[in-house]
């Protein structure tokens, strides 16, 4: 709706389908079949989650059902008129493995509700309990964020992304 991508060249997976499991290792072949997933466009939750890969999933991870935890639970009550009672507690989930296998991954962050989520993604190690901190093992991986969501970084952290995102934005041509 907001990117200028064509309807059929976007590729959801299917949580209503009849066989969730089969939905899964379909949505594999179907990214082996186009030679992987070109980009790679997510966010993270407030627990460093990415895609539904929550705490303590593994890395090596490959599209799958994944159950909740009850922080996404009620994070994602408002699509279900803020109810949780009517939210699912598992969901289809592409795998860690499945996104650094990306050839570019862009994860956006946003507001100070996941400053801790981005600190443990860019200055701590990797690890499984923050999913998004693997990340950090991609080669032409990037975080998007706004100021807020830097709250909790070391300084030298932030001045030194600023330095690079500088160094490397033209603003002749930018639009």
Known sequence: RHIDIKPENANILNGNA???EKECEDYEKK???YGGINLFMGGIGP???IAFNEPGSSLASRTRVKSLTTDTIIANSRFFENDITKVPKTA?????GTIMDAKEVMILVNGHHKARALKMAVEGSVNHMWTIS???MHPKGVIVCDD???DELMVGTVNYFKDIERDNLDSASMI
């Open 18 to 20: 009849i066989n969730l």
């Open 31 to 33: 990214i082996e079949s």
């Open 47 to 49: 627990d460093g989650h």
């Open 92 to 96: 289809l989930t592409v795998g860690v």
């Open 134 to 136: 693997v990340l950090q």
């Open 148 to 150: 807020a969501a830097t």
